[in-house]
């Protein structure tokens, strides 16, 4: 049961955020910024974000050469440039906003290992750089010389860099977006679970496993709960891509190349972390079965990752193993995220397919420009 003063001074609010993840935490902190004396409440679950926010691999990324190169076969050129533009836009955002440092922001550069069937997009790289030339003025892909010497497999027939990639620590991104919101005087509740929603008035039905059932009231509310927003908005184009981590030991022997690689398409992604190798992905490997909520290791990925360690990345090393997790995020059959109003009084933005880092503080930017003008 509530007390009184629970009842007058904890359930209603100018905004109420549902998800604390790097979209959820960046809506609140915009919306706060532009209204001064707005009451805003964020809602999760979870202890930490219970998406991918913190789960990810930290890769500071909008698109390696092959990924382009798929994404205009099924797109326009004008909307491939506008996503890479989002992306890269967005990354250059939080460095300004927060600071390399504090983000433990590492401009090592992208790097895309290139097998035997794709050779032939070594062929398109220069025009892909003239495309994307309006956007970051230099060349943005290259070749890189012997890349014989960072120790791959024959398999790989090339290496390809991109200048403008990185990566970062996605705790500590989460700990500038946590402190910024302290400041602003942002309420964070965790522990709660939303079970439903009405998007007209505002009413966001809430489970707490002490005191049961809560409604509470905003004056606007958000929904940036992105895999897990089918269970509150019905209809969207959208599905749960589950994402595998893994990180080894520290290893024993010298690691001969830096920055963040990606292999099989994209698919497979890796970076050296604290001495150790942190690689994930694969879920090309099991596209239906990772159509999961459920935090959980899928065997025939894992399996998959192992041998992509032993076999690609330093073949004929053993690797041994110190922890793994999944994270789950959320795709469709378009690349752009979904933000849109849901009621009267809601919104919500979602759909970031795993470029969360990219473009999260953007996205939460442009949810709140259309909550405090698009009603």
Request: charged residues 25%; contains cysteine; aromatic residues 10%.
């Amino acid at each position: 049961m509530l007390s009184y003063w629970e009842k007058k001074h904890f359930l209603n609010y100018d905004l109420i955020v549902v998800g604390a993840g790097f979209v959820g935490l960046s809506t609140a902190i915009h919306f706060k910024r532009k209204n001064k004396k707005a009451k805003i409440l964020i809602l999760e679950r979870g202890s930490f974000p219970t998406g991918a926010s913190t789960k990810n691999a930290g890769f500071a990324c909008f698109g390696s050469l092959t990924e382009i190169l798929d994404d205009l076969w099924h797109m326009a050129q004008d909307e491939v440039l506008q996503l890479v533009e989002r992306r890269a836009r967005g990354l250059n955002q939080i460095k300004k906003e927060f600071g390399k440092r504090n983000l433990d922001f590492k401009d090592s550069g992208g790097f895309e290992l290139i097998q035997e069937d794709q050779l032939d997009a070594l062929n398109q790289l220069e025009g892909i750089n003239k495309m994307l030339k309006p956007l970051f003025k230099k060349p943005v892909f290259s070749k890189v010389k012997n890349h014989r010497k960072m120790g791959f497999a024959d398999s790989v027939k090339a290496v390809v860099k991109n200048q403008f990639e990185g990566e970062l620590d996605s705790g500590r991104y989460l700990n500038a977006l946590w402190d910024e919101a302290s400041k602003l005087g942002i309420r964070i509740l965790t522990g709660i679970t939303v079970e439903n929603l009405d998007s007209d008035l505002g009413l966001v039905i809430a489970e707490d496993q002490q005191l049961g059932s809560l409604e509470f009231v905003g004056g606007k509310v958000a929904v940036c709960t992105n895999a897990f927003s089918r269970k509150l908005v019905n209809h969207l184009d959208l599905v749960p891509g589950r994402g595998l981590v893994m990180v080894s030991k520290e290893l024993d022997f010298h690691i001969p190349w830096k920055g963040s690689f990606h292999f099989d398409k994209g698919y497979v992604y890796f970076r050296k972390i604290d001495g150790r190798l942190l690689l994930g992905g694969g879920r090309n490997q099991d596209f239906e079965g990772e159509e999961s909520e459920e935090n959980k290791i899928n065997p025939k990925i894992e399996s998959y990752l192992c041998r992509i360690a032993e076999e690609v990345i330093f073949p004929g090393k053993k690797i041994e193993w110190e922890q793994s997790w999944t994270g789950i995020m959320a795709f469709g059959q378009k690349k752009s995220p979904i933000i849109q109003k849901i009621g009267d009084k809601s919104a919500i933005a979602v759909r970031l397919g795993g470029m969360g880092v990219a473009i999260g503080w953007q996205v939460g930017k442009e949810l709140s420009d259309l909550l405090r003008k698009g009603f």
